[in-house]
């Protein structure tokens, strides 16, 4: 067995209820909590702000995190933390307030400047305790020790640090009951994609990141129709919700590749959510890598189509890619740059933008050049 590490996340509350169960594990004192205006429009923050605020703490409320949180934002959190002397963090919503809520906790415990933390490992310092609430089955943010921001010219940088790991996270699918088929349908073939490419992810992948993405994959792909069919289901929001963790512990640890470096610039540019950017490559991409991967591809096959499982790795390697564009047409995502206004002039620009994202194409089980990308996203298009 080759040497490894791996990275342990949080420590996990889950089950409904389990976001006002915060309340017993964090510290007093004024606490920054971070969401969007949309989450506490819906009333989804009530219970957990109410129980913290029985708890006798001041709740500092900074609702201003939009789509792809810009740096701007999060200095906003940042200054407004600092103002109210808060003794710790709470991020409540999708990726974009758990991203901004991780490093406000890192730059208002550490004292660091932002723009010295780029990176892999830069960030060392200590931060303040730190917990993360996610409301959509996706980005796994609650997991992982990485946070991206949207900077100037809408590149997006990303901070990857231990110490963004939060403290504890809360999985409650109650949270996640009103969301609606669109947002299901790309949260979740995000964290879909996150299991597939930590499980081909060639520098570190290891066999704890494998199991936590075989099992993400089995009920992720098993309940996402489901999910979107029946908003309601709860078992299958429960589900969704542990998949999309696990998806998020094996990515930390195997970080993902190609789909999510051509998807990058797809919503750092034409501000498409993130999910959807995935969807949109996924199926291209796979193709791509099919005879690098073929091996880890026709592993993962079963587990979407249990009947391939006898045959060879080619068919299955076909089969698993056939399954993942019909889950995302079946999911109701229409499937094409074109679909979402993406004008074909752009694949060059695109390409090109999509080679900044060295950091996960290092990561891709095979290369993929400019020339590769620009190839892509006319195949996407
Ligand atoms: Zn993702």
């Not at 879909?192 to 936590?212: C, F, G, Q, W």
Request: with cysteine; charged share 20%.
């Amino acid at each position: 067995m080759r040497p490894f590490s791996f990275n342990p996340g949080p420590r996990l509350i889950s089950g409904e209820g389990s976001a006002a169960r915060l309340a017993e594990v964090l510290p007093d004192g004024p606490c920054l909590f971070v969401t969007d205006k949309d989450l506490l429009g819906l009333g989804l923050t009530d219970a957990c702000r109410s129980a913290l605020e029985d708890g006798g703490r001041d709740i500092i409320l900074f609702d201003s995190v939009e789509a792809d949180p810009s740096k701007e934002t999060l200095l906003a959190a940042v200054e407004l933390g600092r103002r109210h002397d808060v003794t710790h963090v709470v991020g409540f919503g999708g990726g974009s307030p758990m991203d901004v809520a991780k490093l406000a906790a890192y730059l208002l415990g550490s004292g660091d400047e932002l723009d010295s933390i780029w990176g892999v490992d830069i960030a060392k310092g200590p931060r303040l305790p730190l917990a993360l609430v996610p409301t959509t089955a996706g980005t796994g943010s609650e997991a992982t020790p990485i946070s991206v921001i949207t900077c100037e010219g809408g590149v997006k940088l990303a901070v990857n640090a231990r110490p963004l790991v939060a403290d504890w996270a809360a999985l409650d699918a109650s949270l996640t009951l009103g969301l609606p088929p669109h947002v299901t349908a790309a949260t979740g073939i995000d964290a879909i994609v996150h299991a597939i490419e930590a499980y081909t992810s060639v520098r570190l992948k290891n066999p704890m990141s494998d199991a936590l993405a075989r099992e993400a994959l089995k009920l992720l792909s098993a309940n996402l129709l489901k999910a979107i069919e029946q908003p309601r289901d709860i078992e299958a929001r429960s589900a969704m919700l542990l998949g999309a963790h696990l998806a998020g512990l094996a990515f930390a640890s195997a970080p993902v590749g190609g789909v999510h470096a051509l998807a990058y610039p797809l919503g750092g540019i034409h501000h498409l959510p993130h999910g959807l950017t995935n969807a949109l490559m996924l199926r291209v991409v796979l193709q791509h890598n099919s005879d690098a991967a073929r091996e880890l591809y026709a592993e993962l096959a079963p587990i979407l189509a249990p009947e391939c499982e006898g045959q060879g790795s080619q068919a299955k390697c076909a089969t698993l890619i056939d399954r993942l564009d019909r889950m995302v047409v079946d999911s109701g995502l229409a499937p094409r740059l074109r679909d979402h206004g993406i004008p074909q002039e752009d694949v060059p620009m695109l390409a090109r933008e999509a080679m900044k994202q060295q950091r996960l194409l290092v990561n891709n089980p095979c290369p993929i050049e400019e020339e590769d990308a620009r190839r892509l996203y006319e195949a996407a298009w």
